[in-house]
């Protein structure tokens, strides 16, 4: 087993075997790595489907050497023309090399341009393998150099098994099948989002949800919609009460009822939603950022009163 502390690596697919979903693109792949002929690939699909693990089974099951870039942290043209070119210029004791450029629709224009380039200079000796989650962001030349296939998620229940029998019960984690219905339903098809949300509610050998239910979640509208001065502090307590600790629940009810409590300023509302929402993914506390939402609707919607 892989010495990862975080799930989401530790439980990543070390075979095209393990990898759920997909099979007609895993066949194919396996074809290709049987034959030793790897052409360039475009993965396309949401987030958490498994574009990135399909990249890095293709060149753990071939002698290659590789470059890993992520473009939504390096996406101009001089990552493609330095470390890019850099790489696929020069020599190598493998017999072949590869470019993976993980969300490649996030590089600019020019650098895609330059990428194009690169592909019909250096495809004898080196394959280019493009994720992205959305296949339109990408100019025609490119996705005409490459082999395009379009990831599906696997079904709910694959996921729901998956994480299971070969994360939880391998962790030891005791758990409820009503706890692993709500986390799969709120983020799929995001898997990993899933893993990651899995780990932070294990706790003591345990998988411990508190539910949001739509009763909490119309108590939370209503007091949205009244606009009383001491609303926050009856949210905070609402939460409180209920000992919440995941909030996607309630971000999307607010999200899908915005017209009860925004007062025709929905759009404004949706852009607060939305930076909260990613905030979530990432901040130690989520109860202390969901907080921060409701003040900043709270601040919004009384500046729009007056």
């Not at 790489?87 to 996030?106: C, G, H, M, N, Y």
């Not at 250096?122 to 100019?139: D, K």
């Not at 001491?230 to 939460?239: C, D, G, H, K, S």
């Amino acid at each position: 087993m892989k010495q990862h502390s975080l799930w989401i690596e530790k439980y990543r697919s070390e075979t095209l075997e393990q990898y759920i979903g997909n099979d007609a693109i895993k066949d194919r792949i396996a074809a290709c790595i049987a034959s030793n002929d790897i052409p360039h690939f475009i993965f396309a699909g949401s987030a958490g489907t498994g574009k990135t693990t399909l990249a890095k089974l293709i060149v753990k099951n071939i002698q290659c050497d590789y470059l890993y870039l992520n473009a939504s942290d390096e996406n101009g043209i001089d990552v493609i023309r330095d470390k890019v070119k850099g790489f696929a210029s020069t020599a190598s004791f493998k017999p072949i090399k590869v470019v993976i450029l993980d969300e490649a629709d996030f590089l600019t224009q020019p650098a895609q341009a330059a990428l194009r380039n690169l592909i019909e200079e250096y495809s004898a000796y080196t394959r280019f393998i493009l994720t992205c989650n959305y296949l339109e962001r990408l100019i025609e030349p490119l996705q005409s150099r490459c082999e395009v296939h379009m990831l599906k998620p696997p079904t709910k229940g694959a996921v729901a098994k998956h994480i299971c029998t070969n994360i939880l019960d391998v962790e030891g984690i005791t758990y409820e099948m009503s706890d692993i219905a709500q986390i799969v339903n709120i983020f799929y098809p995001d898997v990993r989002s899933i893993i990651k949300t899995l780990q932070q509610n294990s706790k003591d050998g345990k998988l411990t949800v508190t539910a949001i239910d739509d009763n909490w979640c119309k108590h939370l509208v209503a007091i949205l919609k009244k606009r009383e001065k001491n609303a926050w502090y009856q949210i905070r307590q609402l939460v409180a009460d209920t000992q919440v600790d995941d909030f996607q629940t309630a971000y999307r009810y607010m999200f899908d009822n915005l017209t009860e409590f925004s007062y025709g300023h929905d759009a404004e509302l949706s852009v607060i939603l939305d930076d909260f929402i990613w905030r979530a993914g990432v901040v130690p506390d989520k109860e202390i950022n969901f907080a921060a939402c409701i003040a900043k609707i709270l601040d919004t919607n009384k500046k729009q009163v007056l």
